[in-house]
């Protein structure tokens, strides 16, 4: 069965520092990565999408993808108390809008002021 | 993105009554997912609805408890039967984007008292 798994929550991070958040994935196959930011009462609202090896940074979003590894990251710079949320990783088996997205059980980010 | 609306938004049944949540997209797509997010734990695939055949259900879901409809390219339907208190969840409608991600109506909190 395909898994995601991510760190456990909650992270705490004082304002202004950076958050990191893990995702490791079980399907070796897998061609496509998301971070998804989850609001209390809110569906999920995609944040990052990483599909080759190496770093993609958007604003202070970073996202890092190691096949190898089967490893995805996401940092969070300058962190802001409105970036407290739940992020979810989620993994896909190919490239196309056909293709079934497995989300991870998701990280609980409180950003302190 | 596709601008997805759900209906109702939130509702609050008695156990062993039906209800049907309306996804309804503002362009045409061929695959449409729905997934279930029960209290304080991540997204789990129901079913994939593509138009003109029968959805497509994961493990641990059947269509006689989630029949799903799907009768043109922009609209589909989700019925949850039956209902029981263990059905109180999230009901979140998706579609696919151009680089395969996953975008979500609004959701539907669902309530069996």
């Known amino acids: 069965q395909k898994e995601v798994e991510q760190n456990s929550g909650p992270l705490s991070v004082p304002e202004g520092a950076i958050a990191s958040l893990n995702c490791t994935y079980s399907?070796?196959?897998?061609?496509?990565f998301f971070w998804y930011r989850q609001y209390s009462g809110k569906s999920p609202e995609l944040i990052m999408s990483?599909?080759?090896?190496g770093d993609k940074e958007d604003g202070r979003f970073t996202a890092q993808l190691n096949k190898a590894s089967q490893y995805v990251s996401l940092l969070i710079r300058d962190s802001q108390p409105s970036d407290s949320a739940t992020y979810l990783c989620?993994?896909?088996?190919?490239?196309?809008?056909?293709?079934?997205?497995?989300f991870g059980p998701g990280t609980s980010l409180s950003v302190i002021p | 993105s596709a601008v997805i609306s759900q209906k109702p938004s939130r509702d609050i049944c008695q156990r062993g009554t039906s209800l049907t949540i309306q996804c309804q997209v503002d362009s045409q797509v061929t695959m449409m997912f729905w997934y279930r997010q029960q209290p304080g734990q991540s997204l789990t695939l129901i079913a994939t609805a593509n138009q003109g055949s029968e959805a497509t259900y994961e493990s641990g879901f059947v269509i006689d408890k989630f029949p799903i409809s799907r009768p043109n390219l922009t609209f589909s339907t989700l019925t949850v039967s039956n209902m029981s208190p263990e059905d109180s969840s999230i009901y979140l409608c998706?579609?696919?984007?151009?680089?395969?991600?996953?975008?979500f109506g609004q959701g539907t909190r669902l309530t069996v008292v």
């Open positions: 998706s579609v696919g984007g151009l680089r395969a991600e996953a975008f």
């Open positions: 989620a993994v896909k088996g190919g490239r196309t809008s056909y293709d079934k997205v497995i």
């Open positions: 399907d070796r196959g897998s061609q496509s």
């Open positions: 990483i599909y080759s090896n």
